[in-house]
């Protein structure tokens, strides 16, 4: 069987993803001895920190390749694209680009503070990426991304309740190399390419690098004529030096990103009280225009990123020892006109809009300084039968400055007030894993893992010359909090071979979240905690493969409970966060994963996921909103505005997840024509932890599809590709203190692409 790691739309189709055209760089761990053309090949994934068919992992884990991700990241698209191309994953963002929240069998975290943490981690290349600013860091050169869904920690360096999103780039040493251009719609353009060279003395260099265009595409009226927001500048490389000697490996790795653009478009009154149906500039029976829209504020965003890390690896024969040390700096700058319109209803000034504005909200939120530092060293053993093992250790440090900035009036350039956090995290785990391979099918595998984190917190309000009415009293003082936690985590799971063809799983997990701290003193003026959560996940399931290797589908079963569910009480009737505990939340679904390739040339995939969850805790209530919406759950009696959310479920999580992609090529002369299309559904989603009419979507659904010609062995590509084909307009979360605000899904993008391989 050849060995392919491919995507999760690929990996429900192996040559779907082969057909999504495109150049990209060469797949992990290809035998020579291939599949027959009429079958799937194998999918090998690392989500064990060991290499493994997918089938003989017991746990509910996707992937992405590079195959797949040319088509979905097609047309500068970021890494938001990958929502909902696995089942039950969710990327949103209110900062745009820069700041992707990811949500995994809907457990994740809606809030925009800078700060603000996360229950699905993001690993890139053994190295946890922890603030959301670093998270945003482009996808390019990768030999897989894999999606594990359910707590992580007994073989990763940072423990998560929810699951872990994966990357693991190409590495030196793989010294084939592409490139390729691609130019679309919208002023869009697309540069990237990597190539790598070896020596014989054990060298080895691979450079990778991505250019990202988009002109300004927004027309704000309420500016003169002339397209005003929306474009940006987004440009990332690596450069990985790596040697080998016998059981040596050494690889150091140089990261950077900068970006300079919008950020994102926030649009007034897109809502009418009473429906959540996208409405025009013009109010209520109006058509929404998404290149269109009025602001009287500054928009920016500016963000830069920078690594160093090296990884070293010494083969002892019966182990494997590995350290991975890393050091990411990042520094943030970004505005927008949040109340997403003109003018405003406040005395003196002129009539503005869309819709009723009652007062300018203006803000800027930056960082600084961002220093993170980590550092894992490991054991594993190098058998595959019988008795294998890893233990570790891992440490975690991270110095964060955020400064907030509000101003007065929309074209100030002089903030009315200053707010300034600085947080200090400190963790380290020690972890450890066992798994024995019965001769009878039966594997068993369990770990532990201790956890330590400890957060100190600082914020004050430095300076306030704004209405005190608006910023509720002027300076604040600086105040200082601490949260410290420790727990011991485990996992145990067990995969029994009922056939060749058939394997049955089941895996039980305990995950952890360290506390946390929220203090946005811009808009209050008291820091808020949660203490950390816990979380228990059972999940059963079975993975198949049939028609004679031509198909292949997976099911999984899940419930889980966390108690003290940190939540996140976003806006309501000021642009504050509030930290809070929910008693219990409860969620159960499940994900399956078909592939098949029933006719040579042709191949389909099919993915759904399905995820039930609900707020338990009678005594858990939130500000609704200050715009004027329709707020669904009931009041708390004595409290107006309050209103209970106890039986709610989580913000930012649909039901269904549906996905399905199919693959067709033609040979022709040297080479073949070809022609792949792919799509994503989802379900409803709340925006907040109450539930509205208005702050909501019904559904999204978004297409692509690519067509084009490649010469037999690659060497040149000519495609052309077009993304939310059907031009679907959704609002994909609001902002609800002001007016009926919202941010909607990308327009739809359709250009060219020529490429190489080498």
Known sequence: MRRISVSAISRFALAGALLTGGISQPVLAQDEAGADDDQLGTIVVTAQRREENIQDVPLSVSTLSNDALNAVQSGGNDIRSLAGRVPNLNIESSFGRTFPRFFIRGLGNTDFDLNASQPVSLVYDDVVLENPILKGFPVFDLDRIEVLRGPQGTLFGRNTPAGIVKFDTVKPGETSGYAKVSVARLGTYQVEGAAGVTDDNGFSVRLSALYQHRDDWIDNIDNGPGDDLGGYDDVAARL???????????????????????AIVFRANSFATGSNDLVGLGGPGTEFERDLTRSDGINFQKLNNYNLGLTVEYDFGPVTLTSVTSYWEGDLQSRGDIDGGFSNDFPFTPPGGPGSIPFSAQTQDDVPSLNQYTQEIRVASNNEEGLGYQFGGFYFNE???????DFSNPQDFIPGAIARQRQVSEAFGIFGSIFYAFDNGLKLQGGLRYNDDQRDFVAGRTFDTRNP??????????????????LLTW???????????????????????????????AFGRTLSTATDERTMSYEAGIKTTFLDGRARFNLTGYYYNTEDLQLTAVGGGSNFTTLLNADDVEGYGFEAELEARPVENLTFTVGVGY???????????????????????????GSPGIFSIDGNTLP?????????????????????????TDWYYRSKINFFL?????????????????????????????AGFVRNITGDESAVGGIDFNNL?????QPRIYGLEIGTKF
Request: hydrophobic share 35%; proline share 5%; aromatic share 10%.
């Open 690 to 718: 109450y539930e509205s009419i208005e702050f909501s979507d019904d559904s999204l659904l978004e297409g692509g599809l690519r067509v084009g010609y490649r010469t037999g062995n690659g060497k040149i590509d000519i």
């Open 491 to 521: 996992d145990l799971s067990a995969l029994y071979e009922v056939s060749p063809d058939i394997n049955v799983f089941a895996r039980a997990a305990r995950g952890y979240r360290a506390p946390a701290i929220q203090g946005r003193l």
């Open 399 to 405: 110095r964060l400055d955020i400064t907030t900035l």
């Open 469 to 486: 009415f608006v910023s509720n009293g002027g300076p604040v003082p600086f105040q200082r909090t601490s949260v410290d936690a420790n």
């Open 240 to 262: 990985q030096l790596q040697y080998e000697d016998g059981p040596l490996t050494a690889r150091l790795v140089g990261q950077v990103r900068t970006m300079d653009g919008s």
């Open 652 to 676: 930012q999580s649909p039901r269904w997840t549906v996905n399905w992609t199919a693959g067709y090529n033609i040979p022709l002369g040297s080479g073949e024509l070809y022609a792949f």
């Open 741 to 745: 605000t919202t941010f909607v899904n």
């Open 611 to 637: 995820n039930e969850n609900e707020i338990k805790d009678d005594d858990l209530a939130v500000a609704g909103c200050g715009a004027p919406c329709t707020v669904l759950d009931p009041a708390v009696a």
